[in-house]
């Protein structure tokens, strides 16, 4: 079975952080899994600026972001795997995990668990009824809008519960803002 001192499930901002990390503090044999074709979860959606400005001192957008910390990991040859898929752990510490190559496991030192969060959607806040065609969780709008380039609509009902991002200053209503970048849910 496959070896590694440090297995790091998401290769999101906080995967991709915690390798380089981890490397910078001594350890080498580290592995990151990421189930997306990409490496930079969240952040390849996020197309607005607002980035950066702690880490960086600069104004980035989310795949700016993304790559500077996708190159600090290559500079360090970190190993990362796409397209695999963690779908369990065990108490100790082996992880089972899913690719074209099959299914196959490998154990771990120590694990990381970087898999981000998942928006809620009306079930889940255990509101009633069917999910009518048109309302979209703000995840989903972003990902039609951002990565595939569809239109979601052209009037729309914006519902929000919370505001959370790295937005500085900047007003993010739809009308006004490029792409798309919010928390809360949605309708169009
Ligand atoms: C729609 C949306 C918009 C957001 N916009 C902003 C914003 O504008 N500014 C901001 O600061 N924050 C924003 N956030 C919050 C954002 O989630 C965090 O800022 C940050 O990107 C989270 O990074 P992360 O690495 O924790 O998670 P993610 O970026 O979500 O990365 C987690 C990764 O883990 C992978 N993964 C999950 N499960 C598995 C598994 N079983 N096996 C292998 N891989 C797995 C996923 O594919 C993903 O790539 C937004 C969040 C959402 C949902």
Known sequence: MEKRD??????????????VAAFDLGLESILIIERGSHLGGILNQCIHTGFGLSTFNEQLTGPEYASRYMKMIEDRNIEYRLETNVLEISPDKIVTVTSTA???QIEAGAIILATGCYERNAGAILLPGDRPRGILTAGQAQEYINIRGYSVGKTHFYFRKWR???HYGE?????RCPSFGSGGTYAV
């Open 6 to 19: 440090l297995v790091i499930i998401g290769g999101g901002s906080a995967g991709l952080s915690a390798a």
């Open 102 to 104: 099959g299914l196959s």
């Open 164 to 166: 959370y991002w790295t």
């Open 171 to 175: 007003k993010n209503d739809l009308g």
